[in-house]
């Protein structure tokens, strides 16, 4: 591919660059950058000598305009950590102390906004706090301290503890609900937790994290807090919630929400269900298997769930059984169009957004799921049902 076509302006700004490079005898990134730095510390300088006629009403040595008894006193050397390195700037003062700089505050010591938007980056990464400082210092040369990575870290707190109260939407048509566990480093060890996970998608089709909560491991005690607190943040409906089939996790959802439709993951059912099968029954029992689960509606599914029995009870009788005693939250999808299906049969969304959020809403937010989702004859005859029952 060709060199493309240069304005005059853009040939004449390249001609100046090559002027200077060959003038300041440039022949290494190191010179390149403390060009850069010295760039940075003359415009700042320059800006701020700007700032302070403005601010005194006349120019340096402009005595004749001059119409305050306030004027310059010097210049104050100030230490600024950038991209580049440490650049000492020269800043302006004035006898009553009256100037303010604005284009580089009195208690500003870096202009790298980027710095500490790779410092909040690496932290959530799970990097400590020493860990950062040596690779901040390493990569941009920058000498960061441990306190000053907290403090950089600590921002995002109050926004964070915002986020997890804010008040929810009343209703929502569907919710995941599944924890994902993490290795984090806690007191000086690599430990287990559980992150908790609620991703709710409302009547508008819209996606949303309603949560996250870290808890030691997963279990329906927590998720019952969890719920109450989704309770309390506003929502007073729910009406699918997708679970994986964890103990009293059922329970807890009907305590807090009973009129909620309960659908138990297929996929962790059916990874539950192959889990000790042969290797080479494998391949034709999950053929007998997805007729199940793959049915067109919940009485072809029964049927298919007898027929697998009557093949593999002898070998493997405990699938069958575990399909069985599950069955009244395994078969909640069959109730809905093919779209809505699709979308609540598994809880893997939380997998998704937990590894690339950007990728789960690619997936979901333009699907027939979201439209018939929208759709208000999806949820009416839920809607009616939800009427008849209430007291």
């Known amino acids: 591919m060709g060199r493309k076509n240069r304005s005059p302006e853009e040939n004449e700004r390249r001609a100046k660059i090559r002027e200077l490079l060959q ?3 440039i022949s290494s990134m190191d010179d390149i950058q403390n060009l850069f730095k010295e760039t940075i510390a003359e415009f700042m300088e320059n800006g701020l000598d700007a700032e302070l006629d403005d601010e005194l009403g006349y120019s340096k040595y402009d005595y004749k305009n001059k119409e305050t008894d306030n004027s310059r006193n010097g210049h104050s050397s100030k230490t600024l950590r950038t991209s580049f390195g440490d650049v000492e700037v020269s800043i302006p003062r004035d006898r009553k102390g009256e100037y303010e700089p604005q284009l580089l505050k009195k208690n500003q010591t870096s202009i790298s906004q980027d710095i500490e938007e790779k410092i909040l ?3 959530a990464k799970g990097m400590t706090t020493s860990d950062i400082e040596n690779h901040i210092r390493d990569i941009y040369g920058i000498d960061v301290s441990d306190t000053t990575v907290s403090r950089v ?3 995002i707190l109050p926004i964070a503890k915002e986020w997890q109260q804010r008040p929810l939407e009343t209703v929502y048509a569907v919710v995941f609900l599944d924890a994902i566990h993490y290795h984090v480093r806690s007191e000086g060890q690599i430990v287990k937790k559980a992150v908790y996970i609620a991703i709710g998608i409302n009547l508008d089709g819209r996606k949303d ?6 808890g030691e491991t997963e279990s329906a005690k927590f998720w019952a807090t969890v719920l109450n607190g989704l309770r ?3 929502v007073e409906d729910i009406f699918i919630a997708c679970t994986d089939n964890l103990t009293g996790f059922s329970a807890a959802i009907e305590a807090v929400f009973p009129k909620t439709e309960i659908q138990n993951c297929i996929i962790h059912q059916i990874r539950n269900s192959t889990r000790y099968v042969s290797y080479k029954d494998l391949k034709a029992l999950m053929a007998d298997l997805k007729a199940v689960y793959a049915a067109v509606d919940e009485a072809a599914a029964l049927e298919a769930l007898e ?23 395994l078969s909640t999808y069959f109730k809905f169009p093919q779209e809505v299906r699709r979308l609540i049969y598994t809880t893997n969304a939380i997998g998704s957004t937990a590894g690339s959020s950007a ?4 997936t979901i937010s333009g699907t027939q799921a979201m439209r018939c989702i ?11 049902k939800r009427a008849c029952t209430k007291p």
Not at 209 to 214: A, C, F, I, T
Not at 316 to 328: E, F, G, L, R, T
Not at 374 to 384: A, G, I, K, M, Q
């Open 121 to 123: 980056s690496m932290y």
């Open 232 to 234: 309390n943040r506003g």
């Open 209 to 214: 994290v309603l949560g996250m909560w870290v």
């Open 374 to 384: 929208r759709s208000p004859y999806v949820w009416s005859d839920l809607r009616s």
């Open 153 to 155: 870290t600590d921002k």
């Open 307 to 329: 027929v697998f029995a009557q093949r593999w009870d002898k070998k493997y009788p405990k699938i069958s059984a575990s399909w069985q005693d599950n069955w009244p939250n």
């Open 23 to 25: 003038a300041r005898n």
């Open 359 to 362: 990728r789960f809403i690619s």
